[in-house]
């Protein structure tokens, strides 16, 4: 991220590796397909270059909206 853009960011850190079984609040499983990364900016201007220079997938982050909690499954 410095090398390209000068965005001071620690990471890329991985937090879930392919083919883990993921077990959500809700008690789902779930397999990962993909290894999953996380990096940290956390300075404001170094966000900004990041959104304006690389972006987010993730459409509510686009947008920059809140994010929305899933609502649990009640079971009857």
Do not use: C, W
Not at 28 to 42: M, Q
Not at 45 to 70: A, C, H, N, T, Y
Request: aromatic share 10%; proline share 5%; net charge positive.
């Amino acid at each position: 991220m410095k090398k390209y853009f000068g965005i001071r960011a620690t990471g890329p850190y991985l937090v879930v590796k392919a083919g883990s079984i993921i077990i959500r609040r809700d008690g789902e499983r779930i397999k990962a397909n993909h290894n999953n990364y996380y990096i940290a900016i956390s300075r404001k201007r170094d966000v900004q270059v990041f959104l304006s220079q690389v972006g987010f997938s993730i459409r509510e982050k686009q947008l920059g909206l809140p994010r929305r909690r899933r609502q649990p499954k009640l079971h009857p």
